[in-house]
């Protein structure tokens, strides 16, 4: 069965886990262009992909909206819940489901994905839990890893480079 939907983590995942406040109290955030790239071109490939986070933030909703992220759940106390929720909405079982976290608040939701990642940073317990290790640390390209290796496992590696050919943009 094929992965459908991939839902991710923000903070240590998406970015580095740093959160920047600015003199007026403003959050900021930094966040990989390569990972966004891997993003939209998963959402142009015909799959799903949704954010699910412990934190809100603006930020967030902007990037979301910015990459066409189809789901976003923020504030969230149990990820399992939003997890089966989002999964309810898509009709999909967990086997069609990718995870990637980094810490113990990702840690059940992990479990219970179909796949899951971890970033070279996660902490252990997560790492130990995880399908795939990855060599990327969180918001330095980790869920661009992750999308690449679903794009060679899913074998959507010549859809993908149709999809950024000169012809196709």
């Keep these: 069965m094929s992965i459908e939907l991939i839902v991710m983590d923000v903070d240590g995942t998406m970015t580095d886990g740093s959160i ?18 891997g993003i939209r071109s998963w ?17 967030v909703q902007r990037r979301a909206k910015e990459l ?14 939003a997890l089966f929720e ?3 909405i898509c009709k ?3 086997t069609q489901i990718a995870v990637i976290g980094d810490d113990w608040n990702d840690y059940e939701m992990m479990r219970i994905a179909g796949l899951t990642f971890a970033p ?11 399908d795939y290790k990855l060599s990327s640390k969180g918001g330095s390209g980790a869920v661009r890893e992750m999308i690449d290796i679903l794009i060679d496992t899913e ?7 149709k999809l950024w050919s000169a012809s196709s943009n």
């Design 86 to 88: 989002i999964a309810d």
């Design 120 to 130: 070279a940073d996660a902490v252990d317990a997560v790492k130990y839990i995880a």
């Design 43 to 59: 959402g142009r490939l015909g799959r799903k992909s949704a954010i699910i986070t412990g934190r809100d933030s603006a930020i």
């Design 155 to 161: 074998g959507l590696s010549e859809e993908m480079r």
């Design 92 to 94: 999909l079982s967990m």
């Design 20 to 37: 920047i406040y600015g003199e007026s109290g403003e959050e900021m955030k930094a966040f990989n262009v390569k990972d966004g790239l």
């Design 68 to 81: 066409k992220i189809d789901y976003i759940r923020q504030g969230v106390k149990n990820k399992v819940e």
